[in-house]
């Protein structure tokens, strides 16, 4: 039986330890320290102001540059800090948020960050530049220092009464405009049920050109969409982005593109505009089949 040879004093020392081997990356420059996200708070209570302040302070990756208490503050401060983001109430004296908003999303991202919740106000916020819209009460320490950081990077954030509201705005806006479209369409020699269906918008049914001299109705049941993909369809017919569709539904990025894989599928579009075309009723090939 051969046995290794025990390891001498002299070999174990000629081993070099681990434990005392010079670092080979020891004087390569360590990188940088990223550079802290630079915030404006604009409301017009000092309590809130400080709270805010405080909070996002006590992150090493985040600085508040300057406060202010009104719109024409905040745009002051905004064209001499140049922020990464700012945070705006809506209802400030003087200059409001809204009034203040369009000017200062040409400089940075705007959050509007208030206790205002009505549609028309979260409608305007997002046509004027808003990048998000957070309801005070809607959402944790946590969730307000994320929302800053996605929206800096170009992600947008809404809680969830901001995100109802755009929703039920959007709803009633595609209505009104069933509406308005069977209103000036003239019904021809259609039959009373195909009047009715016509005038039926919440049914899912618009008119969309002509076919045997009179308008051809489409009926989106026929898509066979889920609820959550007709609500999808919705948003993407109104212009938003993947995005902007994730923050408004609480959802992934993924998950809205596998959404709209199925809805391309069920729809036989390959492009936004083909598949809208169809949901909307102006697609030139709505009154035919699918098959």
């Not at 745009?75 to 200059?95: I, K, Q, S, Y």
């Not at 705007?110 to 009505?118: A, D, G, H, R």
């Amino acid at each position: 039986m051969n046995a290794h040879p025990a390891t001498t004093r002299e070999e174990a020392a000629a081993v070099p330890d681990d434990r005392t081997t010079p670092d080979p990356f020891e004087d390569f420059p360590q990188p940088a320290p990223a550079t802290p996200l630079r915030v404006v708070v604009a409301d017009d209570n000092p309590v809130v102001r400080a709270g805010l302040t405080a909070l996002l302070s006590a992150h090493p990756d985040i600085t508040v540059v300057a406060e202010a208490e009104d719109g024409r503050a905040a745009w002051e401060a905004t064209r001499r800090h140049r922020p990464d983001v700012v945070l705006l109430d809506v209802r400030m004296p003087g200059v409001d948020g809204l009034s203040a908003l369009p000017h200062l999303a040409g400089i940075a991202p705007v959050l509007m960050l208030t206790y205002s919740q009505e549609s028309e106000t979260v409608q305007e916020a997002l046509r004027r530049g808003a990048s998000g819209y957070l309801v005070h009460g809607e959402f944790t320490a946590d969730q307000l220092v994320a929302a800053v950081r996605d929206v800096t990077a170009g992600s947008a954030h809404f809680t969830p009464t901001a995100a109802g509201a755009l929703l039920a705005r959007l709803r009633q806006t595609k209505s009104a405009t069933a509406h308005a479209k069977n209103a000036a369409t003239p019904i021809g020699s259609a039959t009373s049920s195909e009047k009715l269906s016509q005038l039926q918008p919440d049914m899912g049914q618009l008119t969309s050109g002509w076919t045997g001299g009179r308008p051809a109705a489409v009926d989106r049941s026929r898509f066979q969409l889920s609820t959550r993909e007709a609500e999808i369809m919705d948003l993407i017919a109104s212009g938003m982005t993947n995005q902007q569709i994730a923050a408004a539904c609480f959802i992934s990025e993924k998950t809205v593109k596998n959404h709209i894989n199925r809805i391309f599928a069920k729809l036989h579009s390959t492009s936004r505009a083909e598949a809208t075309a169809k949901w909307l009723g102006t697609a030139p090939d709505t009154s035919r089949g699918m098959g």
